[in-house]
């Protein structure tokens, strides 16, 4: 009876092996799914902003995060070539007032860490005070970094700037004083006459 049962389940295992073999052979011999591909000007758009990024943090002397968004790009167009400025470690900075634009700054600065960054924003903010778009720049990343103290000066100063913006200047005030006098005289000379006239 062993015996009996012991066929039965191989001729079923054997039944289902044959079933299943050439569905196997099947799907392992179908061609696979087309891959779906990033639109040219995706990849070419992605590239070009890791490439930038890259070029940033080198400038910033960060070269490890240079070569992390090189990397990146490269596994996007794997056609490019290493540029040669990947490995170099930037010119230092000698002299933070050499910087005379403040696009050049913020985009020096924008891959340094803020320690690197404080002491040439604030050289910057010691030559042009007035410059408003530092100022906020600063007042960002020290927000972001915890610096509290940087964080309030900026923002009072800032604040400052729009009240005096927006303030009314003295001299408005002085000369609504003087015509608001020069029609109080008129009107009260046109009041003496009337009065007067009609006493006549």
Known sequence: MKIFYYIIINIIICIAMA?????????QNSPSAPRQ???????????????????????A???????????QAKSID????????LDRSPAPIRNPSEFN??????RRTASMTYDLAKPLLEDWLRRFPTDETVRTYYLTR?????DLIQARRHRAV??????TETATPLWKYLLLTILGLFLGWQGRAIYLDLVLGRKS
Request: charge should be positive; hydrophobic fraction near 50%; avoid cysteine.
């Open 142 to 146: 020290a927000e972001a970094a915890g």
């Open 78 to 85: 794997p056609s490019l070539v290493p540029p040669v400025w």
């Open 101 to 106: 634009s403040s696009k050049v700054l913020l």
């Open 158 to 163: 800032l604040h400052l700037s729009e009240q």
């Open 19 to 27: 079933a299943v073999t050439p569905v196997l052979a099947a799907l």
């Open 61 to 71: 002397g960060n070269l490890a995060e240079a070569k992390r968004l090189w990397s």
């Open 37 to 59: 591909t990033m639109p040219d000007s995706v990849r070419e758009a992605r590239v070009r902003n890791l490439f930038q990024r890259a070029k940033n943090a080198q400038m």
